[in-house]
């Protein structure tokens, strides 16, 4: 069993930056591949990134590359998501999930409560 608790969202002007954790419980945290999912109000869950579990492979969805970094530090059960160029269409709650890998929610065990992330114009 993992739990998951994000922290890091805030309102933040376009152009600036977050950085967004996920702390994990559990023994088995360095087992685990993981994901970043955002969710803006009246869409569906969208995959942001994943990263496995030695944290050497990273996925990153075509919207988000180039701006955002996934990274975890398996000594401190924390994965992390580094959010750079803000733009107001990243606007949205943002989920990790923990126990599965690539861009379907469906393949996760895992999710945390979600940090709201508002970019302003």
């Known amino acids: 069993q993992v739990q998951l608790v994000e922290s890091g969202g805030g309102l933040v002007q376009a152009g600036g930056s977050l950085r967004l954790s996920c702390a994990a419980s559990?023994?088995?945290?360095?087992?685990?591949?993981m994901g970043w999912f955002r969710q803006a109000p009246g869409k569906e869950r969208e995959f942001v990134a994943d990263?496995?579990?030695?944290?050497?492979?990273?996925y990153y969805a075509d919207s988000v590359k180039g701006r955002f970094t996934i990274s975890r530090d398996n000594a401190k059960n924390t994965m992390y998501l580094q959010i750079n160029s803000l733009k107001p269409q990243d606007t949205a709650v943002y989920y990790c999930?923990?126990?599965?890998?690539?861009?379907?929610?469906?393949?996760?065990?895992?999710w945390g409560q979600g940090t709201q992330v508002t970019v302003s114009s």
């Open positions: 559990g023994r088995t945290f360095s087992s685990y591949s």
């Open positions: 990263i496995w579990s030695s944290g050497i492979t990273t």
């Open positions: 999930a923990a126990g599965g890998w690539g861009p379907d929610p469906d393949a996760y065990d895992y």
